[in-house]
């Protein structure tokens, strides 16, 4: 059985999960990562280069080294991601 193509792979978007292939999603959660830390005024990157950062280059990079984002199977409590997404700016933890 032969191996997928990694860079086939990564074009189709397949090592970020579902919510993040869409790129309009992406800038909603990043929004919500921007607003939602009390001191985000702190941070040195806006939103924008915090997606670009995260998604084009981290995840690009270590999906070519064979890892990928996924949610934790841990039994443990979590926020809902697509709240998240939804509020954007408004988003608060």
């Known amino acids: ?16 999960p579902e919510f993040m292939r ?12 921007s607003s939602s ?10 939103f924008r280069d915090g997606q670009i950062y995260t998604i084009d280059w981290f995840l690009w990079f270590m999906a070519i080294h064979g890892y990928k984002l996924t949610k934790t199977t841990a039994k443990v409590e979590c926020k809902d991601i697509d ?5 954007g700016w408004d988003y608060r933890l």
């Open 1 to 16: 059985m032969s191996k997928r193509n990694n860079l086939e792979w990564r074009e189709s978007g397949d090592h970020l």
């Open 22 to 33: 869409d790129f309009h999603d992406q800038k909603s959660l990043f929004k919500a990562l």
């Open 37 to 46: 830390f009390g001191n985000a005024e702190d941070c040195p990157l806006s």
């Open 83 to 87: 709240l998240a997404i939804e509020k």
